[in-house]
Nanobody
Framework: QVQLVESGGGLVQAGGSLRLSCAASGSIFSINAMGWYRQAPGKQRELVARISSGGSTNYADSVKGRFTISRDNTKNTVYLQMNSLKPEDTAVYYC?????????????WGQGTQVTVSS
């Protein structure tokens, strides 16, 4: 009964920018950490950036200084601002959130959004 819906992916030239959004909806009591992962063809899914409920962030080394994760707790939404994009950033990007009802916390995934960076 919880959904994560991503938006904002697309095709961009190297050096360009994109902003991804992920909105959580449904039976939500609380949201702990939220994050973005990506999976390129033939590769394992990897963490891109993560933000705690208090706003602490961590990033993959490959995106530090170029990507910024943020969240709007009033909208149950997490964002990923991606600047100076490189062809190696091409992947399907997935949103992840630790969401609790009044009893327990579970991890949820979005459906993924394609980001393609052309050289």
């Amino acid at each position: 009964q919880v959904q994560l819906v991503e938006s904002g992916g697309g095709l961009v030239q190297a050096g360009g920018s994109l902003r991804l959004s992920c909105a959580a909806s449904g039976s939500i009591f609380s949201i702990n950490a939220m994050g973005w992962y990506r999976q390129a063809p033939g590769k394992q899914r990897e963490l891109v950036a993560r933000i705690s409920s208090g706003g602490s962030t961590n990033y993959a080394d490959s995106v530090k200084g170029r990507f910024t994760i943020s969240r709007d707790n009033t909208k149950n939404t997490v964002y990923l601002q991606m600047n100076s994009l490189k062809p190696e950033d091409t992947a399907v990007y997935y949103c992840n959130a630790e969401i609790g009802n009044s009893v327990y916390i579970s991890g949820y995934w979005g459906q993924g959004t394609q980001v393609t960076v052309s050289s």
